[in-house]
Every structure is written in structure tokens, then in C-alpha cells.
């Protein structure tokens, strides 16, 4: 069954709406969890890493208040678009490590958030 | 914004083949690699992993092989079979960064005829 879990699935809205996703590890507490982007017949680029309890952090390129990221319990991580345009348009995933922090540990993958802007 | 892309490389095979499916990574600092296939519509799913003090690990009808020599992983898929129809990716993690930061390669269709 799913460890990671993405709501929405897919969302579709107007231009200039701020739009919510949320990711929530199942039966396990996740420190940290990563959210990443994904266009069409592309891969995946790694947008930010979500710290529990502190900031999170932006790879290069990646608006901050643009994507507003909380991770603000063990289980939930959220990711806000902003003012969102249709150029957000993309495929949303979240990630986490499954067991606790040791590195080289697989990540697990939600299903994704298709967001389309109107 | 959107990143102009490629296409991704396409690999078609009858059911009952082996697949290979190839990935050459970027960094040398490296010292973790992981497959995974993702399904339309849904989010990378695991198939198997390797460290970078490995050449070769094998799972359930799935085999990765690492040539550190020239960056390069590959992803052997036994009596391939339709279900087995998705994109696969490969991924690194470099040493030092933290933990869990991947990298993604490019991605190969891999189509299954029965």
C-alpha cells in the first residue's frame, strides 16, 4: 500500500489562485521530505527539501515565495503555489525517506498532484 | 518556467524478452543509485538501488549494474512482461549532499508488445 500520500490528485484553477498540496507519510514520521516538478515527457528536478520544524531549502532557480513550502508535524508536509499562472502547470511529487535518517535510504514517492492553471 | 525537453529515449520489446534499459549519470561523486518506473499519471515507484562499492545487485527478475568507470547503470529486466510497460528513471545521490536528494536521469519508455 501507499506510504506517502498526496492530496489533491489533480487540481485545476484559475490564473492568480494560490493553490494547496499536501503530503502526508503514513505510518511514519518523516523529518524531512522533498518535493519535486515534473513537465511533460520529462524528468523529475528536485525543486526544494522540506525541514520539519525549521525552512525549508530551494535548489537554484526555484522561487521561495513562489513555493511556499510547511512542514510543520512529522507526517505533513505542504506546497503552496502562489499567484499561480499557467506556466505552474505541471505535475507535482513529494518524497520521503521510509526509515528514519540514515542516508542512502530508498525514497518513497507519493502520486503526484496534477495541477493545471487556467 | 517549463524547461524545454527531449524526447525521452523508447525501448520496445515482445513479451518474454529481456530488457536493458541504460543511464549514464553525471557525477562521479556519487555513491548511490536507484531505478524506478513510473506509471502515467502516478509517482516514481522503487525497483531497486545500488552502492557505489557494488558492481552488480540483483532483485526479483530485476538486475542493476554499475560501471563507475564510465558513469554509467544500467537496469536488466528478465522475461519482461506488459505490466511492465512505464517509464524508467534512474537516480543519484552525491555523497555529502543530504541525504535523499536525488538527482533523475533522463527516463526511457519502455513498451512491452504481447
Known amino acids: 500500500g501507499a506510504v506517502v500520500s498526496q492530496h489533491p490528485s489533480w487540481v485545476i484553477c484559475k490564473s492568480g489562485t494560490s493553490v494547496k498540496i499536501e503530503c502526508r507519510s503514513l505510518?511514519?514520521?518523516?523529518?524531512?521530505m522533498f518535493w519535486y516538478r515534473q513537465f511533460p515527457k520529462q524528468s523529475l528536478m528536485l525543486m526544494a527539501t522540506s525541514n520539519e520544524g525549521s525552512k525549508a531549502t530551494y535548489e537554484q532557480g526555484v522561487e521561495k515565495d513562489k513555493f511556499l513550502i510547511n512542514h510543520a508535524s512529522l507526517t505533513l508536509s505542504t506546497l503552496t503555489v502562489t499567484s499561480a499562472h499557467p506556466e505552474d502547470s505541471s505535475f507535482y511529487i513529494c518524497?520521503?525517506?521510509?526509515?528514519?535518517?540514515?542516508?542512502?535510504?530508498?525514497?518513497?514517492f507519493g502520486d503526484g498532484t496534477r495541477l493545471s492553471i487556467l | 518556467g517549463e524547461s524545454v525537453g527531449l524526447h525521452l529515449p523508447t525501448l520496445s520489446v515482445q513479451e518474454g524478452d529481456n530488457s536493458i534499459i541504460n543511464c549514464a549519470y553525471s557525477?562521479?561523486?556519487?555513491?548511490?543509485f536507484i531505478w524506478y518506473k513510473q506509471e502515467s499519471g502516478k509517482g516514481p515507484q522503487f525497483i531497486i538501488d545500488i552502492r557505489s562499492n557494488m558492481d552488480k545487485r540483483q532483485g526479483q527478475r530485476v538486475t542493476v549494474l554499475l560501471n563507475k568507470t564510465v558513469k554509467h547503470l544500467s537496469l536488466q529486466i528478465a522475461a519482461t512482461q506488459p505490466g511492465d510497460s512505464a517509464v524508467y528513471f534512474c537516480?543519484?545521490?552525491?555523497?555529502?549532499?543530504?541525504?535523499?536528494?536525488?538527482?533523475f536521469g533522463q527516463g526511457t519508455i519502455l513498451t512491452v508488445h504481447p
Open positions: 557525477n562521479s561523486a556519487s555513491d548511490y
Open positions: 518524497s520521503a525517506p521510509i526509515t528514519g535518517s540514515a542516508r542512502n535510504q530508498p525514497q518513497h
Open positions: 537516480a543519484e545521490n552525491m555523497r555529502g549532499t543530504s541525504y535523499g536528494k536525488l538527482t
Open positions: 505510518d511514519f514520521q518523516a523529518t524531512t
